[in-house]
């Protein structure tokens, strides 16, 4: 009996003791606790230390219950922790990745500005200005409408130099009386609807001329863009100033080295009243290069003017030393053959044409062919004086262009 009221004293060494023990220390405790209470149940003392044992027992089961909540807290703490530091570590990638793609796209379009700036300090001449800044500004701006003002040789007023896009003439600043120049600092200005932005073009403190741009709205972000175009843009102005008072005492054309519209023409009325007096013939060559627009679009301006150079060269190359080659216009050449047959001039013609679509325009990198369409027309047998000789050799090259192309057509097989 003694010994029983052992038993409830169990439970106490299990919850000191490795688990195994503890549970078998429950297990005992609970035993001799209800033994001892059915054996002696009228002791106090017994009951007394059974329901410690009891509570003993309780409070080791509770124990565990709560150490095992507790370690397993711990565990998804140190889980939420994790996750954090991951989500953390994602968000500062992303966030570096971002900042270096927007280094390397202002990088790009630094680099494209200022490839876009450069082109137009390479111009020699009013038309490849003109197309070359055309160009960038649609390429920063988005448009290609704008009037390009330069003082006069006295600085006294502007001159509209050059022009792109559908502009009114009863428009501001175009029309009569207008004020075109409005100071020396950028503005917008809202003129009959349009959005006008008004850039002067000033070098050492001296207004050079001023530019128009008409645009659909104000365009903040790229006026520093802007900005570093109109600087290589006065450069651009200058040299092609320059070099058009060069050209004017020359009587070459500086791109293609034959002569000069203006040049040939006299060439030609030199010609018709030799030809008049003495009763002899000549004969009007016009050549236009085939999808010209489509090279400079494709290639650049600048393959461009290196195409319509080989052309003159090719041109200067292919007649005699009585002959005279002239650039009419853009991508067209005109050339004056003296005291020529129509069977004659159609053969060379015809060699011509094979010859350059047989050239290969190296330019760089880009390697391309190009063909050529040649209109001929004879005087007398076409027209009495060079206007209309000239005239019937474009109605020839017309019909060469809408024929195909690539191809020669005298004017007596189209004359009706």
Same mark, same amino acid.
């Given at each position: 009996?003694?010994?029983?009221?052992l038993?409830?004293l169990?439970?106490?060494?299990?919850?000191?003791g490795?688990p195994v023990?503890?549970?078998?220390?429950?297990?005992?405790g609970v035993?001799?606790?209800?033994?001892?209470?059915?054996?002696?149940?009228?002791?106090?003392? /017994?009951?007394?230390?059974?329901?410690?044992?009891l509570?003993v027992?309780?409070?080791?089961?509770?124990?565990?219950?709560?150490?095992?909540?507790?370690?397993?807290?711990q565990?998804?703490?140190?889980?939420? &922790?994790?996750?954090?530091?991951?989500?953390?570590?994602?968000?500062?990638? =992303?966030?570096?990745?971002?900042?270096?793609?927007?280094?390397?796209?202002?990088?790009?379009?630094?680099?494209?500005?200022? !490839?876009?700036?450069?082109?137009?300090?390479?111009?020699?001449?009013? &038309?490849?200005?003109?197309s070359?800044? #055309?160009?960038?500004?649609?390429?920063?701006? *988005?448009?290609?409408?704008f009037?390009?003002?330069?003082?006069?040789?006295?600085?006294?007023?502007?001159?509209l130099?050059?022009r792109?896009?559908a502009?009114?003439?009863?428009q501001?600043?175009? !029309?009569?009386g207008?004020? $075109?120049?409005?100071?020396?600092?950028?503005r917008w200005?809202?003129?009959?609807?349009?959005? @006008?932005?008004?850039?002067?073009? /000033? $070098?050492?403190?001296?207004?050079?001329? $001023?530019?128009?741009?008409r645009?659909?709205?104000?365009?903040?972000?790229?006026? #520093?863009? @802007?900005?570093?175009?109109?600087?290589?843009l006065?450069?651009? /102005?200058?040299?092609?100033r320059?070099f058009?008072?060069?050209?004017?005492?020359?009587r070459l =054309?500086?791109l293609?080295? /034959?002569?000069?519209?203006?040049?040939?023409?006299?060439?030609?009325?030199?010609?018709?009243?030799?030809?008049?007096?003495?009763?002899t013939?000549?004969?009007?060559?016009?050549?236009?290069?085939?999808?010209?627009?489509?090279?400079?679009?494709?290639?650049?301006?600048?393959?461009?003017?290196?195409?319509?150079?080989?052309?003159?060269?090719?041109?200067?190359? *292919?007649?005699?030393?009585?002959?005279?080659?002239?650039?009419?216009?853009?991508e067209?050449?005109?050339?004056l053959?003296?005291?020529?047959?129509? =069977?004659?001039?159609?053969?060379?013609?015809?060699?011509?044409?094979e010859?350059?679509?047989?050239? #290969?325009?190296?330019?760089?990198?880009?390697?391309?062919?190009?063909?050529?369409s040649?209109?001929?027309?004879?005087?007398?047998? =076409?027209?009495?004086?060079?206007?209309?000789?000239?005239a019937?050799?474009?109605?020839? @090259?017309?019909?060469?262009?809408?024929?195909?192309r690539?191809?020669?057509?005298?004017?007596?097989?189209?004359?009706?």
């Amino acid at each position: 009996m003694e010994l029983l009221l052992l038993w409830p004293l169990l439970p106490f060494a299990g919850i000191w003791g490795p688990p195994v023990v503890s549970w078998i220390g429950i297990i005992l405790g609970v035993a001799g606790w209800l033994s001892t209470g059915m054996m002696v149940r009228g002791s106090l003392g /017994v009951w007394m230390s059974s329901g410690v044992s009891l509570g003993v027992v309780i409070a080791f089961v509770l124990k565990n219950i709560l150490s095992q909540r507790r370690l397993f807290s711990q565990s998804e703490r140190e889980l939420a &922790d994790t996750v954090r530091q991951v989500h953390a570590m994602e968000r500062e990638y =992303d966030e570096k990745k971002k900042l270096l793609e927007d280094r390397e796209k202002e990088e790009a379009r630094a680099f494209q500005i200022y !490839s876009l700036a450069r082109s137009l300090t390479e111009s020699f001449s009013w &038309d490849s200005l003109a197309s070359r800044f #055309t160009h960038v500004l649609q390429k920063v701006t *988005g448009s290609t409408d704008f009037l390009l003002y330069l003082s006069s040789d006295n600085r006294e007023q502007m001159e509209l130099s050059l022009r792109s896009g559908a502009w009114r003439e009863d428009q501001t600043p175009l !029309s009569q009386g207008a004020q $075109v120049y409005q100071g020396l600092a950028p503005r917008w200005l809202n003129i009959e609807g349009d959005s @006008l932005l008004y850039v002067p073009l /000033v $070098v050492k403190g001296e207004c050079l001329g $001023v530019i128009w741009i008409r645009c659909k709205e104000p365009v903040t972000h790229s006026q #520093t863009d @802007l900005q570093k175009i109109l600087e290589q843009l006065i450069i651009g /102005v200058q040299k092609a100033r320059l070099f058009a008072k060069m050209e004017s005492l020359s009587r070459l =054309d500086g791109l293609t080295g /034959v002569m000069r519209r203006q040049v040939f023409l006299d060439r030609a009325d030199e010609e018709w009243n030799r030809a008049r007096a003495f009763q002899t013939t000549f004969c009007l060559m016009m050549v236009d290069v085939d999808h010209f627009k489509k090279v400079n679009d494709t290639y650049g301006h600048p393959v461009g003017d290196t195409v319509l150079t080989k052309m003159g060269q090719l041109l200067r190359e *292919g007649i005699y030393e009585t002959d005279t080659v002239g650039r009419y216009g853009g991508e067209e050449f005109v050339v004056l053959f003296s005291r020529a047959q129509p =069977d004659g001039v159609r053969r060379k013609a015809e060699a011509l044409r094979e010859r350059v679509a047989s050239e #290969t325009f190296s330019t760089g990198w880009e390697k391309l062919r190009v063909t050529i369409s040649i209109g001929l027309a004879h005087y007398p047998r =076409d027209g009495f004086t060079v206007k209309e000789v000239l005239a019937a050799a474009d109605r020839a @090259l017309y019909a060469a262009k809408h024929g195909g192309r690539n191809r020669v057509v005298d004017y007596m097989e189209i004359r009706q």
